[in-house]
């Protein structure tokens, strides 16, 4: 992969991991930390202190059974995991062990389908049945958590070793990977199924499926393209998400993107900018369609400067 290539991906992808996530109203205690920085001994040890203070914090023991189910090496970690996940999903029912990128490894213990299975009974009662094809949206939260895999680890390595290191190119190799199976699965599932829709799967598994197919590097999502601009139309993704796939289509064709939601790093000026439009003068014109702001506004929270073609 090129260096231009490989950092637009990095950004995009982790900015999507970052967005994805549901805000913690522990974060930037020092367990979270030691967490975000690989050290999962002690990130364990520090979850175990803070949930002796409150073990009615939802979201410490939350993320005490994450730090558990990453430390896999030992077995009997799975056992106190499961302990910890029932533990907060009675504190606070929602659905983000379904699509926990932390919960991989716990995923693939004996114990994980029984732990599924109660979850989704409390969600059922909680909101009323959201789900008509549990299998489908089973299958979409699994590919979901596989494809906001190692993201944490990817950053780890990216400041510890460097862009250009033999461990960040094997993780991202590992990434990649994961991301192919993916989406030969997700093409297999829709194929079966057609494209997910909120009535069927709930909202967090359509993301999931936009998600796959957005994190593909051979092209193959623009075939998704038609259903996705569907489910924008009826208010299943936000527009901002196809014209997301749309220039990610165009980039890996090596064509300039239409709606400005690429950039890239330039090593000589060390900045990020804008990566080539389709149309500067009609691009806002293109954006304003689909309901999004215009493109100075959208890159000025990234600190890039843009001033559209008269």
Known sequence: MKPAIL?????????????SQPSASTRGNRADSLMRE???PEAIAEYKRLFSLDPTDARITYNYACALSVDNTVIKRFDSCFKYLNLAVELDTSDNALLEPDLIAAREDKYWSVFENRLISMLNEKYNN???????????WKL???????FNEIGIALRK?????????AIWKLKFMIQQENQEELEKLVEAKGWPEIKNVGQPAV???YLVAMHTNDGSQKKYLPMIRKSCEANELPWQRYANIYDRCLFNENKP??????TIYNEQTRSEELYPLENESKVDEWRKELGLEPLADYLARMNIKFQPAK
Do not use: W
């Open 7 to 19: 950092l637009i991906v990095c950004r995009i992808l982790i900015c999507s991991y970052a967005m």
């Open 38 to 40: 690989g050290n999962i």
């Open 130 to 140: 959201p789900c008509k094809d549990i299998e489908y949206a089973k299958a979409l």
């Open 144 to 150: 979901g958590a596989r494809d906001q895999a190692y």
């Open 161 to 169: 070793t460097g862009m250009r290191s033999s461990v960040a190119s």
């Open 207 to 209: 993301m999931s499926a």
């Open 257 to 262: 993107q239409k709606y400005g939601t690429h």
